[in-house]
Structure formats: structure tokens, C-alpha cells
């Protein structure tokens, strides 16, 4: 348990550093860049100073023609740097820009290198969805096909798996990876919570694991779950107060997704997220 949760703040660690990062990658002017634009201005500044001054100087000089000379000199400098410093912004603009786009890429891979937009990517209409419900399995060891096959048979529910999506603990499937329902892939309304109204238009994200009974989300599974809920409130447009916990669905009354669960870190990780965002317009 305490190598467990070490490993978790190790991934945590991990993640600031990421996020970090993509502030970094997300800076428009970084300092090398400022610096050498203030060189070009000193550098202008002195041969200003020059064409101006050697007006004054040059009259005590026999040879006149060298004042022509460094004048010109002088102008065709001015205007080059002049040039330079002008297309600086430009350039870190596009810098900035790539590498932004770059981050964000990264954003929608999982820590499994799955492609979350290729993940959830479906054939058919996608239902408006509004809600994002998260669960636990209640279980240490689990996958989508296990849980299917318990909601076939126990259950008796025609669709099986009651969940869009499972996001593995590394047991019965890798530790992080996402596996799509067929609810999903169909686009058909859960059977997650005992809110028939909910289970319409609320996607059911389930994580293996008993996180009531002593676990915890692994490192990677809550890096998942995070980038995993992000890509689908941004592309369904659900606002953060509709991700909800199944009990905050409160019908039946349940644990689900256990005590242990660290809502709070999730939900200040999804803003975080959506902060290293600099396109909101642009969705997969
Ligand atoms: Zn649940």
C-alpha cells in the first residue's frame, strides 16, 4: 500500500513536471530571445549615434569621403536590424504556436500511447451527451470483458458492459489502457447508475479497483481518467459541474467510486489541463 501510493506521488511528480512543461512549451518570448533583441537595439542605438555624431566629427577630417561612407553604412545597418527585430515576434509567434499544437497532441496520448481521439472515435451519430459519471469496479482485479460477461449473465442486461469505457489497473488489462464498450462504440445509453435519465445522457467512465475498501487509482489510470474525461468535456461541451461522481447520482444511495477516490486532485488536475490549452476553438 505505502509502495503503492509512493508510486502514486511519484507519477503526480511526474505530471507537474508535464504540465509545467507545456506552460514552458506555451511562452511566447523566451528569454534567449529577449535578450538578443535587446543586443539589436543597443546595436542600433550606437549607430545612430554614429550618423549623427560623425556630422560633427568628420568636419576636422581632411578626407570627407569616409563620411559619406560610415553614413551609409550606418543607414543600411539601421534598416537591416530594423528588419530583424521586426520579424522576432513573428517568428516566436509561430515557434510558440507549433509548440503549443505539439503539446497538445501530447495531451491526447495515454501514458498506455493510446490515441484518445482514435479511441473514441465512433462509426455511428454521437448522442449530446451532458454528463460525465465516474465509478470504481469495487473490484482489485477486472476488465471490460469481465464485466461485461457479469452484466450478461447476473444482470441479464441485453447491451452487457454497463460502461463506455474501462480504464484498466494493470490486472486483467494494462495498467492505464482504455477499453471501449460497445455501449460506446454504439452510442447507446449506459446501464452505470439507477438514473434511467442519467444513464441517457451521461458517459460512464469505470476504473478497476475497490477504492472504498483501501486502493487507489494507480499513477496512470488517474492520468487516463484525466486526459480520457478532458478530450470528452471539451468535445461534448460538458462544463466541469456536470462531471459528477456515481454518488452524486445519489439514487440507491452508493459508495461508488469509493472514498479513496481523490476527487479534488481530479478535478483541479482537469483544470489544469484545460489550461495548457491554448485553442479552445479546436476540437478533434
Ligand atoms: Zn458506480
Same mark, same amino acid.
Given at each position: 500500500m505505502a509502495k503503492q501510493q509512493s508510486r502514486y506521488k511519484a507519477k503526480n511528480q511526474q505530471k507537474e513536471e508535464f504540465r509545467e512543461n507545456a506552460k514552458l512549451n506555451n511562452k511566447e518570448s523566451p528569454a534567449t530571445e529577449q535578450k538578443l533583441c535587446k543586443v539589436y537595439v543597443c546595436f542600433v542605438a550606437g549607430l545612430f549615434y554614429l550618423y549623427i555624431d560623425c556630422d560633427i566629427n568628420m568636419t576636422n577630417i581632411k578626407n570627407r569621403k569616409y563620411e559619406k561612407m560610415i553614413q551609409r553604412l550606418s543607414l543600411v545597418f539601421m534598416v537591416a536590424a530594423g528588419g530583424v527585430i521586426g520579424s522576432l515576434p513573428l517568428l516566436n509567434g509561430r515557434d510558440a504556436d507549433a509548440k503549443a499544437v505539439r503539446a497538445e497532441n501530447d495531451l491526447l496520448k495515454t501514458t498506455f500511447s493510446q490515441d484518445i481521439s482514435q479511441v473514441c472515435n465512433v462509426s455511428t451519430k454521437e448522442r449530446p451527451w451532458q454528463y460525465i459519471v465516474i465509478h470504481h469496479s469495487a473490484s482489485v482485479k477486472g476488465n471490460a470483458t469481465r464485466f461485461d460477461t457479469y452484466h450478461r449473465k447476473n444482470r441479464g442486461w441485453e447491451h452487457g458492459l454497463a460502461y463506455h469505457f474501462v480504464i484498466g489497473? *494493470?490486472?486483467?488489462? *494494462?495498467?492505464g489502457e482504455i477499453e471501449v464498450g460497445d455501449r460506446w462504440k454504439e452510442q447507446i445509453h449506459g446501464a452505470h447508475t439507477a438514473n434511467m435519465d442519467c444513464n441517457k445522457v451521461g458517459i460512464g467512465i469505470c476504473l478497476v479497483g475497490d477504492f472504498e475498501n483501501g486502493g487507489i487509482p494507480t499513477g496512470n489510470q488517474f492520468d487516463t481518467l484525466v486526459r480520457l474525461t478532458r478530450y470528452l468535456s471539451r468535445k461534448f461541451d460538458i462544463p466541469l459541474s456536470n462531471i459528477i461522481l456515481h454518488s452524486q447520482v445519489h439514487q440507491k444511495g452508493t459508495a461508488c467510486p469509493g472514498k479513496n477516490f481523490p476527487v479534488d486532485e481530479f478535478k483541479t488536475s482537469l483544470i489544469q489541463i484545460a489550461s495548457t490549452e491554448i485553442s479552445p476553438g479546436r476540437k478533434s
Open positions: 489497473n *494493470g490486472t486483467l488489462s *494494462g495498467d
